[in-house]
């Protein structure tokens, strides 16, 4: 049927038509007596003239100013560049190109040079289209051009995988954060708006041709390199240095602004986004075209990259590229001085070396001169630092109402309800605070409001908290030779180590043999106890989990003299563990009061005290409860998203097979290296004992070069224990095995180095 068309509309005699592949409209190369052409058809129903009318225009005006490495629009027979013909049963519009020979880039093993040269094209091209405009190309507003790229946020349901979801959404949030409000400032033109490898002809190691000019915008120019840019690096180990030849040459033709090279980090980014958004939707509607998606694999790759190259690092990539001077931040120096002017130094700092924070996303963090760090320690930022969809959760509510819990709004309840939801009976009734060392706080005060007593069981090397009572029932804070000294109603038990206690059989004789130690003090009180508390794990104990089969017997012996058990569940709850939601389901038993803080809130301020019935209409007894903060709507509804996001990417799940593949490759390490005493833990919860060789006597000194050594490899950890020399790794549940295997990796050379 092509064939006859042209036969009618171009008077060609003897001529072959083979069809192309194309995104969504038809297109042929035709051949005929020697020559070649392009013949492209439109459903008529899909675009509308006036674009078509403007591309050939566009192309009309660079081949009339002598720019002829752009195809050429050829009449019909009538004399008219655009015609309707049925093609396949659809009404469609049609046109003829003139063929451009040469090679496409994507089928080139491409140099520096060749990519310098499709800078100085593309900026000679959109030199030449400062001086073209078009009223139809001012109109269009689509996905496909950067600056309406919130248009594409319709495609992001169609992302399967919710964590690359949720990383498309991130760099939405970064777009509309840092490039928004720069648009007004950055100048538009007309622009080719898709310089792929597929658009773009070689030869001789020269750029000599533009192809399909169908995604023409009236745009910002730096959308022009951002898009260039995106397609040269995104399939490239190390994106950037492909990066500089591109700006430098398009910047000696068209030089960029400060504003323009600011934006081009984000623009690169919501190009890959606009492009896998689109490939995602294009699956959905017609998973038989593979065209859609050809490019997809690449793109992730990048984005992946993008998001750990981060905003300073490749800004001051580009400016270095094009000679501008390069943008730091605070030195640590400068830093530390000003923090110590108003702050105390009680207050402590990280490393050696310590490092001056200015960002972060999900699992990596950014300096204040644009290095990444890999954060395999932070368990506060639990589904990831600055995830999204707490981001947004967060601003939509500070936007419309936060107040206090003395008037009456849904959130409260409903986060009540999807919180309990995660608890076992009879843990019913929930206490909203700001913090973990709050919620202990009120934890206590619940247990002596039902008990009337004040006796305390507390855990060797327990840690709950920065107040007052939380000091006094912390054996960390007030045992410590600084320390207050222990209470007279405090009773302390022996922490049930099964790597350095005297009893090491963890098949349940030693938590039964530690259970009858601590229940034997128990009996052995004058007066019956109020509550018992612990964690699951010991964090500041040096990451110890309780030996199996403990905490049963001690929470019987507790309750059968009047006591309530207390579970803290600061640094286990929320999934971390990998197997159970909270630590206490590991052992066994259901608390009766169960303390929460850091994770539930990502890094916003929230704790909560959870209890049953009994004890909370104990507590009502007394006088009212009012935390000013405390349940407040914008804490709520972050910690809602919280929740979903932690269901929503199956977090639980990934702590649990990453965290094991972790520790897989911590024990084979240790099989090499007998400075690694003990490898524990769960899910994304894990302790590192370092021993000095062949004994189970603590190398403090060797945990903390190795801290001090992953720190300046751009890896962080910290390191807990009585001794400190136990490395603590406690990532946020976003952490990859890809990230375990670096982490394993740079300690592998690291104590490699340490013996030789």
């Known amino acids: 049927m092509i064939a006859e068309l042209l036969k009618t509309a171009f008077g060609f005699k003897s001529h072959s038509v083979r069809q192309l592949d194309g995104y969504d409209n038809k297109n042929y190369l035709v051949e005929n007596e020697g020559q070649k052409f392009i013949f492209k058809t439109y459903p008529k129903a899909a675009i509308e003239r006036s674009l078509l009318e403007a591309e050939n225009d566009t192309l009309l005006f660079l081949r009339k100013k002598g720019f002829e490495a752009v195809p050429e629009p050829l009449p019909f027979s009538d004399g008219s560049f655009i015609k309707l013909f049925e093609v396949d049963g659809n009404l469609s519009w049609c046109r003829m190109l003139s063929f451009l020979e040469g090679s496409f880039m994507g089928d080139v093993t491409v ?39 919130p248009l594409n946020k319709r495609h992001l349901a169609a992302i399967p995988d919710p964590q690359k979801r949720n990383l498309v959404r991130h760099f939405f949030q970064q ?44 745009s910002p120019v730096i959308n022009e390199v951002a898009i260039a840019l995106t397609y040269i690096c995104y399939d490239k180990e190390d994106p950037l240095t492909w990066a500089k030849p591109f ?20 623009l690169i980014a919501a190009r890959l986004c606009t492009s896998v958004c689109n490939s995602a939707h294009a699956a959905r509607v017609n998973p038989d075209n593979k065209y859609a998606s050809v490019s997809e694999e690449k793109a992730w790759s990048l984005v992946y990259k993008w998001l750990r190259i981060g905003p300073k690092k490749a800004e001051n990539c580009f400016r270095e590229a094009l000679s501008f001077p390069k943008k730091y931040g605070d030195t640590v120096k400068n830093a530390v001085a000003h923090r110590n002017k108003h702050l105390s130094k009680t207050l402590s700092i990280s490393y050696q070396k310590p490092i001056v924070m200015e960002r972060a996303a999900f699992q990596y963090m950014f300096d204040s001169q644009g290095n990444c760090f890999l954060d395999a320690y932070n368990n506060i930022p639990h589904v990831g630092h600055q995830h999204p969809k707490v981001v947004e959760a967060g601003q939509r509510q500070m936007g419309l109402l936060n107040t206090n819990t003395r008037y009456l709004y849904d959130l409260l309840p409903n986060y009540a309800e999807r919180l309990l939801a995660t608890f076992p009976e009879p843990l019913n009734k929930v206490f909203f605070v700001n913090s973990g060392s709050a919620a202990s706080d009120l934890a206590i005060r619940l247990a002596k409001a039902h008990t009337e007593t004040r006796n305390l069981m507390v855990m060797e090397h327990g840690y709950h908290g920065n107040t007052q009572i939380g000091i006094d029932i912390s054996d960390y804070k007030f045992n410590n030779a600084k320390g207050q ?51 699951p794990i010991v964090g500041c104990g040096g990451q110890i989990p309780l030996a199996k089969n403990y905490l049963k017997p001690v929470y019987e012996a507790t309750r059968t003299q009047g006591g309530v058990c207390i579970s803290d569940e600061v640094q286990t709850g929320f999934g971390r563990l990998g197997d159970v939601f909270w630590g206490f389901e590991q052992q066994g038993v259901v608390p009766d009061i169960v303390v929460l803080g850091k994770p539930m809130g990502n890094g916003h301020p929230i704790g909560a005290v959870v209890t049953t019935d009994k004890i909370a209409a104990s507590f009502e007894k007394g006088v009212e409860f009012f935390s000013s903060f405390g349940g407040n709507p914008v804490s709520c509804a972050i910690g809602m998203a919280v929740l979903e996001v932690i269901e929503e990417e199956d977090l639980q799940q990934n702590a649990l097979e990453v965290g094991n593949y972790y520790q897989q490759l911590l024990r084979a390490l240790q099989n090499d290296h007998s400075c690694i005493g003990d490898v524990r833990g769960s899910g994304l919860f894990i302790g590192i004992d370092m021993v000095k060789e062949g004994t189970r006597e603590p190398d403090t000194p060797l945990a903390q070069h190795l801290k001090n050594e992953l720190r300046n490899r751009h890896i962080l950890i910290s390191t807990d224990g009585p001794a400190d020399n136990v490395i603590k790794s406690k990532p946020p549940l976003c952490f990859s095995k890809e990230n375990a295997e670096e982490v394993v990796g740079a300690m592998e050379q690291i104590l490699t180095d340490f013996r030789q």
Not at 176 to 199: F, G
Not at 247 to 262: D, F, Q, V
Not at 486 to 508: A, C, E, M, V
């Open 247 to 266: 700006l430098k040459a398009y910047h000696k033709t068209l030089p960029l602004s400060e504003e323009e090279i600011g934006s081009l980090y984000y």
């Open 111 to 149: 140099n520096e040079s060749m990519v310098a040269s499709l800078g100085s094209f593309l900026a000679k091209l959109d030199r030449q289209l400062f001086d073209f405009d078009h009223i139809a190309l001012r109109a269009r507003q689509w996905e496909w051009d950067l600056q309406y790229l």
């Open 175 to 218: 777009y509309e954060r840092q490039v928004l409000p720069l648009l007004p400032k950055l100048r538009k033109s007309v622009i080719h708006n898709d310089a792929n490898e597929w658009n773009i002809l070689m030869k001789n190691g020269y750029v000599s041709g533009l192809i399909d000019f169908g995604d023409l915008a009236h």
């Open 485 to 535: 000294g222990q209470r007279s109603h405090i009773y302390k038990t022996t922490l049930p180590d099964t790597f350095r206690g005297p009893y090491t059989q963890n098949d349940g004789t030693a938590g039964k043999i530690y259970s009858e130690e601590a229940i034997e003090n128990i009996k052995g009180l004058s007066e019956p106890l109020a509550a018992f508390i612990s964690e």
